[in-house]
């Protein structure tokens, strides 16, 4: 768990980076925020195209910032979503399978849910995650 104080500045932070967000299509913009193991805060927004199917969601967009700068061992200890308008947001299903690759037990995501800001563990976002495989050759 991280503090009240530092999940506030998370979606505060996230709200400034959702003021980014390239939406020509959508009109919907999405920021995040990551605080990384080691202290650090990364943000991000959504980046649309004309070929749609090519959106960046905000999540994957923070989480990839983070992991350039800091590199392979880098682990998300909390991440929060932030949207413009009073509709809930939640990740969706390919940016959950993008941020269970860098958490641990211990990493938290805050987003607004139907009844305001939520907080759960990965484990709860996304359960029986595809987490390992055996390759067969
Ligand atoms: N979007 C995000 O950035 N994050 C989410 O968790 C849900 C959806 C974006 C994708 C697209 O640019 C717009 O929101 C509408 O789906």
Redesign the pocket.
């Known amino acids: 768990m991280i503090s009240q104080d530092l999940q506030d500045k998370l979606i505060s932070l996230a709200k400034l980076a959702q003021e980014k967000?390239y939406?020509p299509?959508?009109n919907?913009?999405?920021g995040?925020a990551v605080l990384s193991d080691d202290g650090d805060i990364f943000t991000g927004?959504?980046?649309?195209n004309v070929s749609y199917g090519l959106?960046?969601?905000?999540?994957?967009?923070a989480v990839f910032k983070m992991m350039s700068e800091k590199g392979p061992k880098a682990k998300i200890k909390a991440l929060a979503?932030s949207?413009q308008t009073d509709m809930p947001?939640?990740?969706?299903g390919a940016?959950r399978q993008v941020i269970q690759e860098f958490s641990t037990p211990e990493t938290v995501i805050i987003?607004k849910g139907p009844h305001g800001y939520t907080t759960v563990s990965m484990a709860e976002l996304l359960p029986g995650a595809f987490t390992e495989f055996t390759p067969t050759h």
């Open positions: 967000a939406v299509y959508s919907f913009p999405v995040a927004c959504n980046i649309e959106v960046n969601c905000g999540e994957r967009t979503v949207t947001c939640t990740p969706c940016c987003y």
